[in-house]
């Protein structure tokens, strides 16, 4: 995607051959600042600190991660010390899992010596993979958008919400609930999005915005409460939403906030896809309320708010009063029977065991 006309991905590798980098996210939109990346200690501060967010790309910053580590150390000792380093940064996406996983059964069998320069391939192949999944998305999405346009009078919009960011920049390129949009705005289709600011961090407000208005995609930023009153006055004709870890059975764990859209979706007749790469799929757990762990982040990202001064500069302000507490879990999951349908690299289909498991048989069998 694009940045003031510039093609960018949210990571990539230094000139130097041994360094990462990225755009810090929590800079934007106001300031656009690459960041490079060394060491271990660095990328895991990077998805903890949400320089880089988004289950997808918090899964290809941890393999970048463990490569990092073996350029520094390729010990036993330090693959495992690096790997429980970066798992540790963010508990409810399973995508840094997933990657740590498949690094660590490609790295384990091998010599000391040839660790950094497999990791640092494999972790490249993990990023172009990112992509191509999520042009599959893109592309399987495309023609739920464009069935949806059938039916509307020639030229009208599709009238899309989206919630959180599960563009381009939670990824390494295209998103996953994005990627539809974007093939469908492409395709000539006229499409509209309606972006949930996403409090308390504002990923919609802040990134969803930027990167749609980067590309040209009209929409229109709500606030996270307006979804329910737009759906029933017959103003959205379909939610997609990313997903943080979906189970085998369906369930989607995602931004908080997800579980309520999809609930005014079910009672206004409105489908709820969810754009679902399959890294992003725990094929290990079934009940998503029971077994997720839910991050609790920080109550100042509840009791602050940032933003741009009159003065060009950014600044954070207290919006509650001092002696106020505050909670934030920062997902929550929607059970699968609210879920219309899963927009897959392999195709949409059903949330539930069934499809899931016909869909990614050879998953089923690791277990993971
Ligand atoms: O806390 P964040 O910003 O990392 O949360 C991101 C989301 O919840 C996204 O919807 C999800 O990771 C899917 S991204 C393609």
Redesign the pocket.
Known sequence: MRIDGEAFTTIWPGADGTSINIIDQTRLPHRFEIVSIADVAGAARAIKD?QV??????GVMAAYGLALAMRADPSDDNLRRASATLAAT?PT?VNQQWAIAAMTRLLTPLPPPARFKAAFDRAGEIARDDVALCEAIGVHGLSLIDAIAARKPSGAAVNILT?????WL??VDW???TAPIYKAHDAGLNVHVFVDETRP?N?GAALTAFELGQHGVPHTVIADNAGGHLMQHGEIDLVI????RTTASGDVC??IG?YLKALAAFDNGVPFYV?A?SP?IDFSILDGRREIPI?IRSAAEVTHISGLGADGEVATVRLTPKGSAALNP??DVTPARLVTGLITERGVIAADRAALAKAFPERISLRG
Do not use: Y
Not at 53 to 58: C, K, V
């Open positions: 949400m967010r988004g289950a997808p790309l918090i963010r996406a919630h959180c960011n599960a563009g939670a990824t998103g996953t609930a961090r990923q939403v990313g997903t943080d995602n931004k997800t754009a790469p992003s991050e920062a997902f």
